[in-house]
């Protein structure tokens, strides 16, 4: 397990290393491509959106680093295909603070490199919690989010809502969760389709995976996702205070 996660998350390092997974979006992008584009897009973004059903509570923090990949873009995905882009993915710096009263978590997170970033925020709220006394109870969460997507070529937008179940054990915490990943791709200039074109496309996401405490406050986790068809994974770890 610890060396899947290692190799996950060094991937997309080692891909922008190599080359810009978008570089040739302003040459092979038409129209019809946009919204499969998008899709693909969106599902690994939005694959970043949990790894337990626990909130955090008040006055709960966490930060950390997670890193979503999709095995290979989808058939009608023609520009990253035509581009020969196999795995592809994105990471993502992430920090959330719970909020008093409300019981509710408020999410921030971000990335960049090779021109093309994203900043986002969230809020995660808590449905169902399990106790000391009651391990059995699942905890179980709902959460919603908004990311600014912008590239040299395109800019974008995705918003997710998402449900999570996991089990507070001891060291091995199981989680499953469905999403709903809404992404807007829009051309910018200086491509091969007229700039403000746009495609806009709404698919869901489904995760099972495994989250362990190896040492107190912190955490890693792996996940197997299928993405609007399409498999892929994830895995994180971070520090929960």
Known sequence: MKKIILAVLLLPLASAAKADTFSDFKTLVQDAYLKPFAADLGGVIGANDFNSGRSLGFPGFEAGLAVSMQAKPAVENRILRAADV??????????????????????????????????GGGLRKSLLKSGTLTKFIPDVSVSAWYDVINYDYFKGTHMSIDAAASFDIPVIKPYVGVGLDRTKVEVKSGTAIPSGTSGTISKPRYTVGVRLSPMPLLYVYGAYNVLHGQSGYSAGAGLKF
């Open 86 to 119: 196999n795995m592809f993915g994105v990471p993502m710096l992430h920090a959330g603070a719970a909020l008093p009263f409300i019981g509710a978590d408020v999410m921030a997170r971000g990335t960049g490199y090779s021109g093309f970033s994203i900043v």
